[in-house]
């Protein structure tokens, strides 16, 4: 599993020529309506297990929440069933509120 920086997903996010990662929220509702990451996809954690095969197994996923702690969680579940190419949000959208888009409401 890779760790990401709020800086260095907003770099990946803005590079043309390196393919966008599917970018996995696994917050509860409320929490992706307060704020979220342009082009995330909501699947709250304890979806996860029936919605794996949802999920593409060779895609680049970036699990994110609000500090790190449940995405990190999902991810090495994630790890667990066979993904790859899995990263964590470290500091999860708090982080990215902070770092790299201000707008963004903290909660």
């Not at 979806?47 to 999902?74: K, M």
Request: charge should be negative.
């Amino acid at each position: 599993m890779q760790h990401l920086t709020a800086p260095d997903l907003a770099a990946w996010l803005a590079d043309q020529d390196r393919p966008r990662p599917f970018l996995l929220d696994v917050r509860e509702p409320w929490e992706y309506e307060t704020c979220h990451i342009e082009g995330a996809n909501l699947v709250p954690m304890q979806t996860i297990p029936g919605r794996i095969d949802d999920l593409d197994e060779d895609a680049e996923i970036v699990c994110i929440c609000h500090h790190g702690a449940r995405s990190l969680q999902v991810a090495a579940f994630l790890e667990r069933h066979g993904f790859g190419k899995v990263s964590n949000l470290t500091g999860g959208i708090h982080a990215w509120a902070l770092q790299v888009d201000p707008s963004l409401p903290k909660y």
